[in-house]
């Protein structure tokens, strides 16, 4: 046998060993429960096996919410979005990740979805508004992940990622939650198709967002037109028609979902995977607390909840009891 021979039978064998050793956290999620223990499947899709891609596709999910004038324009009002762009990512992720990292029903969790609670009570939000924000983190982490990451989500996946948010938008107190994923898709194609509609305030709110975009790496490198054609590139008719934003040439979105699609495969090729899990507060993209924070202090504050000590358990628009917080501060004390 050739040298040129060996040295290409011994890359070919590298290769392989490296895509078996990437396959093993999928083996080691098909063991987890998708129904009883859903956080188990979701906290290992979003920081180990796809942290980057999901962490994409929730930003996504998030500002595909704006193009439903009733939610882009109580952000607007709001000013957080477009005045604190970065804190209020920066909160989002932190609150989001505390469920993720500990348990949707641990304390620290729970103290997450509290404080998402306590914002939200502070508006007269319709039920369908928040069930479309919670279909598209069922959605579009699925849709990103099979459209550009290194491998696609298993059924089992889907239903241990649609389980646990299931339990999120219980905790949220959410009514008519789809039992499956294929009812919040349903639930996320009608929902856009019957309310997506340009509104200039929901679209100052989309525009400060790119904006944000533009200061993480890579794309700070780059001039701002070119990471906003970018996104466009990755944005569906719908959501370009929403927002009254250009449409894309065939070469931009083949250069654009191309490269990502290659990343995917190199990613699958190449590296090895990731050892250690990645949560949402030590990426470098969280840049409004170096010296740390605390779950009970993230986003806003006005009149609403937290509810005075003492008073009615579930006040002021928060679903989960109030007694459940000097538990969790308990809980969390002693441990």
């Known amino acids: 046998m050739s040298t ?19 396959y093993h956290l999928r083996g080691d999620i098909d063991r987890m429960d998708a129904d009883h223990d859903p956080t188990a499947v979701a906290r290992a899709l979003a920081t180990q096996e796809f942290p980057w891609g999901i962490t994409q596709a ?9 193009a439903v004038p009733s939610i882009g324009d109580l952000l607007y009002k709001t000013s957080q979005f477009t005045e604190s762009t970065q804190k209020r990512y920066d909160d989002t992720v932190l609150l989001l990740d ?13 103290a997450g979805i509290r ?23 069922v959605v579009c982490p699925v849709e990103w992940v099979n459209a550009y990451e290194w491998r696609k989500l298993t059924n089992h996946e889907v239903r241990g990622l649609t389980n646990y948010y299931r339990r999120v938008g ?14 919040f898709k349903q639930f996320y194609e ?28 890579p794309y700070k490198l780059l001039p701002r037109a070119v990471v906003r054609r970018m996104s466009f590139a990755l944005m569906d008719d719908r959501l370009l028609t929403a927002f009254k934003y250009p449409k894309p040439t065939l070469v931009e979105r083949i250069l654009v979902r191309g490269g990502l699609k290659a990343r995917g495969l190199a990613i699958r090729l190449f590296f090895p995977p990731r050892a250690e899990p990645l949560f949402g507060r030590q990426t470098k993209q969280i840049r409004s607390y170096p010296n740390g ?27 989960v009891p109030h007694e459940l917080l000097t538990e969790d501060a308990q809980q969390a004390a002693g441990s």
């Open 293 to 319: 924070y605390r779950l009970e202090e993230l986003g806003t504050f006005g009149a609403g909840c937290p509810a005075p000590k003492g008073e009615k358990a579930g006040a002021a628009g928060c679903p």
């Open 115 to 137: 404080r998402i609670n306590q914002m939200h009570g502070m508006y007269d939000i319709p039920n369908g508004d928040f069930l479309y924000v919670l279909s598209t983190f």
């Open 58 to 66: 929730l930003s996504f999910a998030l500002f595909r919410t704006y």
């Open 4 to 22: 040129a021979s060996t040295l290409a039978t011994r890359a070919k064998h590298a290769v392989q060993n490296r895509v078996a050793q990437r």
């Open 190 to 217: 009608d929902y856009e198709t019957a309310n997506f509609a340009f509104s200039a305030d929901a679209l100052a709110v989309a525009d400060s967002t790119l904006d944000l975009l533009g200061t993480f790496m």
């Open 98 to 110: 505390a469920p993720i990292e500990h348990g949707v029903d641990s304390p620290l969790g729970r």
């Open 170 to 183: 219980q905790l949220m107190g959410i009514k008519d939650i789809p039992e499956t994923y294929e009812g």
